[in-house]
């Protein structure tokens, strides 16, 4: 049995296999998700698990080398905003319209849906590599 990093075997599998560009994204339980890309449902309850909860467990098994957010996001959830900059530290964060945002999902290898009940708690990770 796996003691470390992320427990859930979708996850996992999913970051093992991406590379260097590719992306994946966590949302909140709103977030459309489409028929093509992989869905990882965490969602049990809502706000359970939490969209902060879940991207500092991803961020600690996954190289990342940019983040996507919605510009809404600061402005509609200041919460979610402050506590993803502080997660991402010096990873850059580009900002788009939610609907640009909820376009580029479809270039996700997955989306990991979370039970965050609040309005734009979504990001698009994109993997770097550990070596240069």
Known sequence: MKKTGIL?????????????TDCIVIGDCGLPIPDTVKR????????????????????ADMEVESAIIASEMAE???VIHDGTRLQLGDIPIKQVSHEELKKITLQAKAVIRTGEATPYANIILQSGVFFK
Do not use: C, F, W
Not at 40 to 59: F, H, M, N, Q, W
């Open 8 to 20: 859930n075997s979708d996850i996992a599998a999913v970051i093992a296999r991406m590379g260097h």
């Open 40 to 59: 990882i449902d965490l969602a049990v309850k809502p706000g359970l698990p939490s969209y902060l909860d879940t991207l500092e467990a991803v961020l």
């Open 76 to 78: 509609q959830n200041a």
